[in-house]
């Protein structure tokens, strides 16, 4: 006898952890379906080397919507969120180390140049004005330009007239966001090389793109979205990795009454008349439910959890164009002592922020060029971070990880398959840290590498994606994932789109999950 | 100052407009504010008009286009308004649209007539020649809903809702434009917002799986803009280049007898008849402004000429930065204007020929049918990659991409008095990238360098070619703005990138022809919908200026 649930979530990343918890607090009996042993999805910390445990994929946050926290109470269910202070760029013989100490990085940025360090200020307010500017869209359903719905062209209406009444430098701003690639965008405003090769990196984080690239701009600001405490830009470690993250939302979830069940693969989505009905696992359990919710991506949910042949070949075909092309992959080390920068030698503050490897926008644009050769960098762009020295819990006393985010990783080579290059891939981020701190090759004792192809893998992400679908202009709002189905519905009835391929896209975010959880409420005549 | 200067100056005359620039679009602009009884009067700096459009002589008797080679874009109701037939204007249509080269294997031509277009595909890809009829139906749906966006005065989001009533009348036509464009699949218009913003390269992957003819077609989504074809809104630049045209997918290719220089000519017949004055030699130096708005104009002569409306066929970069004073711009526009992006990546290639070269790959039975259409060398959308990585750093492309005509097949006028000269034909090459800015060295000596890596492509498609070139010259982006003055030897006036693009081209605030000066207006590339000879900014422009000029 088949159990019957009011909805299924399939997959317990954040997103989907994050849906369960709103349909369980609305009081809808859910369950939520993942296919490891953990939760978390790419959100998740395990202990790879014994003693030391990595925030395996995703390592920082910082865009985890602020509603989110505050209604499912996760510092009540065990979020600590440590802040990770500062960015140090460092280079052959000098460094740029911004910190969040304003006066130390003015005298920074003037050693390097004095017009920057002033442009510096204003550019920082102009970004934090547009974040301010463009998060309620963060929050919305995107209209369906068929059939406009009053309540969805409100929000919308609002955010015009609050673009009519934004100062005209500040409009200017938002139209070349929109459209400008970082470069450009960042050439406006500053000379010094390692600041705008640093800045840039924002750009480019998780997309098959150039920081020449039209449309990195956007995702410059979509990263300048986030928010801890009420601080704008502020990027924070959760205590315990980022698998703290996914615990707390999963204990709210349990909290409100959800059923969480690990180790459940789904096999297929039961579809009946146009409508889904249910799940079946990969063990050939039946489990039927009113509502489906799926937080796995596009591409996952449509073309191999459906039965052939369920969607219309137009519909089909359009998903089919959504396009994935991962691009980064992650290095985790772990270490016996602290590295140690040539420019900068000794233990310092400057190793317990973000270390960025990204000289100069042409050093940036290069890793680009051999991507787009279908070859990994040779010098790649890394975002390294020392989560140890915030959260020395993570690794034995004394000991220390590293986490390093990296680009560029094309998921399809040119030659030779992932498998083969796996460890040349590791070695080219180890040569390009100890061309830096020439320390870093003694104290490894152990690595973990991870391509994209690891990430489609494990994660369950297609083509190592880690937005779930690149966040190109064209793959926005409207158009995610696909133009008519953006709105979290899907071409099946009672199927929905709960994760980052739906809009705003990826980062822990979670608010694809809760704004999917909103339209689902709203459409059964539930209060959420 | 003695009294002798001060007499010496003409007594400045008054017009109601005068058009600063006498290319294409400032003719069109010039007739149409004629046409609308608007005394008006058109200052050319150099001794012809038609700027891009000029034919000059390359050797006695044999004549090549100085930049614009095909004119297919040139939008019919203009023609048709101006009389340009009746003003001499005859257009010549060869049946070959495009042709792609390659140095080792066969070509492909796309023609007028689909049929045959479709089996020529054919032999290359069934599944493409299958595609294409749907391909190119669908290209020519989405052309025609920007061919309409591009006869519209842009709306000005920077007052949508509250400030402006013209503006929130604009939206709301886009809104209707946008649901209801009729014979459009509503697949299609759906898919609108996914496409603009789109690279050309997965436009194309999204149809096609032949990389010749992608990389072929490709090059309409670069050409003449410092992207590369992976690049954001270059699908844009390929739909644009097919709005109002009844090209499609293969993309226009329209001579003008006697060279495009015959098309400026039709166009300053066509305004003066109107009742335009046209004054060449006349190089304006400043544009007279204040917080008030413009007076008139100041040449280089000196003399001063009086109007309440200066309308500018100058790149949008000149007219703010160079022609007006910097205090009357204040520093908010001119950090706008001094950020507008035209950076030129173009470079051309004119050639005499002691002969018609032979090209590789071309049956001999119809190959100069096939030679009369558009010339490409672009294998693959990675060579078109490549190429364009090398401007990212300042570098000329190792091996460019190059599209070229052969006029004097199309018309043989163009090579008629220079058989002294040993001399058959002329042939006019587009040549990218070559980045304006270089990193190392002077456009000095990039030039040979050019040239040669250009010939070396040239000989890899045509084998001996070199050995057939009388004379040849070389074109660079300083070229560009020395001689037609075009700000960083950008010939759109512009990036035609998303962020300088309809309702934000030239800037925010600026795209409705009108410039941040009372009284000032843009009628040229710079402007929606932007660069290419549709002479539209031209036409969009008048009708705003005589609006405003009827208000007033």
């Known amino acids: 006898m088949p159990q019957r649930y009011d909805a299924v979530v399939i997959g317990g990343g954040h997103n989907g952890l994050v849906s369960a918890a709103y349909l369980a607090r609305a009081g809808l009996r859910t369950l939520v379906l993942e296919r490891r042993h953990v939760l978390g999805g790419a959100a998740v910390t395990e202990e790879i080397v014994p003693g030391f445990r990595f925030s395996v994929a995703s390592y920082v946050v910082s865009l985890l919507r602020p509603e989110i926290i505050r209604d499912l109470d996760l510092p009540g269910h065990g979020l600590r969120i440590l802040p990770l202070d500062g960015t140090f760029t460092p280079l052959d013989d000098d460094y740029l180390w911004r910190t969040d100490d304003h006066a130390h990085t003015?005298?920074?940025?003037?050693?390097?140049?004095?017009?920057?360090?002033?442009?510096?200020?204003?550019?920082g307010m102009l970004m934090v004005e547009m974040a301010r500017f463009i998060k309620p869209i963060l929050g919305i359903t995107p209209l369906d330009p068929r059939r406009p719905d009053p309540r969805d062209g409100a929000p919308l209406g609002s955010l015009l007239r609050a673009f009519s009444q934004l100062p005209q430098r500040q409009q200017t701003a938002f139209v070349q966001l929109m459209t400008m690639s970082a470069a450009d965008f960042l050439d406006q405003w500053f000379q010094t090389q390692p600041l705008k090769g640093t800045m840039s990196a924002s750009g480019i984080i998780g997309t098959y793109q150039g920081v020449r690239s039209p449309g990195t701009a956007y995702v410059l600001l979509h990263h300048y979205m986030g928010e801890i405490d009420g601080a704008?830009?502020?990027?924070?470690?959760?205590?315990?990795?980022?698998?703290?993250?996914?615990?707390?939302?999963?204990?709210?979830?349990?909290?409100?009454?959800?059923?969480?069940?690990t180790e459940a693969p789904v096999a297929r989505i039961l579809v009946k008349d146009g409508r889904a009905t249910g799940v079946v696992l990969e063990s050939g359990e039946e489990i039927e439910a009113t509502s489906v919710l799926a937080s796995t991506d596009a591409k996952v949910t449509f073309l191999d959890l459906l039965e052939p042949g369920t969607l219309e070949p137009e519909t089909e075909a359009s998903i089919r164009r959504f396009r994935f092309r991962g691009s980064s992959g992650k290095v985790n080390l772990a270490l016996d002592g602290l590295p140690d920068f040539t420019c900068l030698p000794g233990?310092?503050?400057?190793?317990?922020?973000?270390?960025?490897?990204?000289?100069?926008?042409?050093?940036?644009?290069?890793?680009?060029?051999?991507?787009?050769?279908?070859?990994?960098?040779?010098?790649?762009?890394?975002?390294?971070?020392?989560?140890?020295?915030?959260?020395p819990r993570m690794a034995p006393p004394g000991k220390h990880i590293i986490s390093c985010f990296v680009q560029y990783a094309p998921y399809h080579l040119a030659e030779g398959t992932w498998d083969d290059q796996r460890e040349a891939f590791g070695d080219a981020v180890i040569d390009t840290i100890a061309e830096r701190a020439p320390n870093i090759r003694s104290l490894i004792v152990g690595r973990q590498v991870l391509t994209p192809l690891?990430?489609?893998?494990?994660?369950?992400?297609?083509?190592?994606?880690?937005?779930?679908?690149?966040?190109?202009?064209?793959?926005?709002?409207?158009?995610?994932?696909?133009?008519?189905?953006a709105r979290f519905r899907t071409p099946v009835r009672d199927l929905w789109l709960c994760g980052s391929s739906a809009h705003p896209g990826g980062g822990i975010m979670g608010a694809p999950g809760r704004i999917a959880a909103f339209e689902l409420l709203r459409t059964k005549g539930r209060a959420a | 100052m003695s009294m002798a200067t001060v007499t010496q100056l003409p007594v400045p005359r008054r017009w109601d407009a005068i058009v600063v620039g006498g290319g294409h679009n400032g003719l069109v602009c010039a007739a149409y504010l004629a046409r609308a009884g608007l005394r008006t009067i058109v200052l050319e700096a150099r001794d012809a008009v038609g700027g891009a459009l000029a034919t000059h002589e390359l050797v006695p008797g044999a004549r090549v286009p100085v930049w614009a080679h095909t004119v297919g874009r040139l939008r019919g109701s203009i023609a048709r308004d101006l009389g340009l037939a009746a003003n001499g204007l005859r257009l010549v249509q060869p049946q070959a649209r495009v042709t792609s080269l390659l140095p080792?294997?066969?070509?492909?031509?796309?023609?007028?007539?689909?049929?045959?277009?479709?089996?020529?595909?054919?032999?290359?890809?069934?599944?493409?020649?299958?595609?294409w009829p749907a391909f190119d139906a669908r290209v020519r749906a989405i052309a025609s809903v920007i061919s309409r966006l591009a006869a519209l005065t842009p709306p000005d989001p920077t007052g949508a809702v509250t400030r402006d009533a013209a503006g929130l009348q604009g939206v709301a036509g886009l809104l209707r434009l946008g649901l209801h464009v009729r014979g459009m699949a509503e697949a299609d218009m759906r898919d609108l917002t996914r496409v603009l913003p789109q690279s050309i390269a997965d436009f194309l992957e999204d149809h096609l799986a032949s990389e010749q003819l992608r990389a072929m077609l490709a090059v309409?989504?670069?050409?003449?803009?410092?992207?590369?074809?992976?690049?954001?809104?270059?699908?844009?630049?390929?739909?644009?280049?097919?709005?109002?045209?009844?090209?499609?997918?293969?993309?226009?290719?329209?001579?003008?007898?006697?060279?495009?220089?015959?098309?400026?000519?039709?166009?300053?017949?066509?305004?003066?008849?109107?009742?335009?004055?046209?004054?060449?030699?006349?190089?304006?130096?400043?544009?007279?402004?204040?917080?008030a708005g413009v007076s008139g104009v100041v040449l280089a002569s000196g003399e001063e000429l009086l109007a309440p409306i200066v309308v500018s066929g100058l790149d949008p970069k000149r007219t703010l930065m160079e022609l007006i004073d910097p205090e009357v711009l204040g520093p908010r526009l001119g950090w706008q204007a001094g950020n507008l992006r035209l950076g030129g990546v173009t470079a051309k290639l004119d050639l005499a020929l002691a002969e018609l070269p032979r090209f590789r790959g071309l049956p001999d039975a119809d190959a100069t049918l096939r030679l009369r259409g558009r010339l490409v060398v672009a294998p693959s959308i990675r060579y078109l990659d490549v190429a364009h990585d090398a401007a990212?750093?300042?570098?000329?492309?190792?091996?460019?991409?190059?599209?070229?005509?052969?006029?004097?097949?199309?018309?043989?006028?163009?090579?008629?008095?220079?058989a002294a000269s040993g001399v058959r034909h002329v042939m006019s090459v587009i040549v990218q990238s070559a980045p304006y800015a270089l990193r190392e060295g002077s456009w000095d000596e990039a030039r040979e360098t050019l040239a040669a890596r250009a010939m070396a492509v040239l000989e890899s498609v045509a084998p001996g070619i070199g050995t057939l070139v009388v004379a040849r010259e070389v074109v660079t982006p300083p070229d560009l703005e020395r001689d037609l003055g075009m700000t960083g030897g950008h010939p759109l006036h512009g990036e035609p990138s998303l962020d300088q693009w309809f309702a934000w081209r030239p800037m925010l605030g600026a795209a409705r022809y009108r410039l941040p000066v009372p009284g000032l207006y843009l009628c040229a590339s710079g402007a929606h919908p932007g660069g290419g000879v549709t002479g539209i900014p031209g036409r969009n422009a008048a009708r705003e200026v005589v609006a405003d000029h009827h208000r007033a």
């Open chain 2, 220 to 291: 309409r989504g670069v050409r003449f803009t410092s992207m590369g074809p992976h690049s954001a809104g270059t699908a844009q630049v390929f739909l644009s280049d097919t709005a109002g045209t009844d090209a499609g997918a293969a993309g226009e290719t329209v001579y003008v007898r006697g060279g495009p220089g015959a098309l400026a000519a039709a166009l300053a017949s066509a305004a003066r008849r109107s009742g335009a004055e046209i004054r060449t030699s006349s190089a304006v130096t400043a544009i007279r402004a204040t917080d």
């Open chain 1, 232 to 261: 704008f830009r502020a990027w924070g470690i959760p205590k315990g990795g980022t698998g703290g993250v996914s615990e707390s939302i999963a204990s709210s979830a349990r909290a409100f009454g959800a059923e969480i069940r």
């Open chain 2, 392 to 418: 990212k750093y300042g570098r000329i492309s190792d091996q460019p991409w190059l599209e070229a005509t052969i006029p004097s097949l199309v018309d043989p006028l163009l090579v008629d008095g220079a």
């Open chain 1, 347 to 391: 233990v310092g503050e400057h190793l317990r922020g973000a270390i960025s490897f990204s000289p100069s926008l042409d050093y940036m644009e290069q890793a680009y060029d051999d991507a787009k050769a279908g070859r990994f960098s040779r010098r790649p762009y890394i975002d390294m971070i020392i989560p140890t020295l915030v959260d």
């Open chain 1, 106 to 123: 003015m005298r920074e940025i003037r050693r390097w140049n004095a017009a920057d360090a002033e442009a510096y200020s204003e550019y």
């Open chain 2, 104 to 131: 080792d294997g066969p070509a492909l031509t796309l023609w007028a007539d689909e049929a045959a277009t479709r089996r020529e595909i054919g032999r290359l890809s069934a599944a493409d020649a299958d595609a």
């Open chain 1, 454 to 485: 690891d990430i489609e893998r494990t994660m369950g992400l297609t083509e190592g994606n880690i937005f779930q679908g690149e966040l190109s202009l064209e793959q926005l709002f409207l158009n995610r994932p696909a133009p008519g189905w």
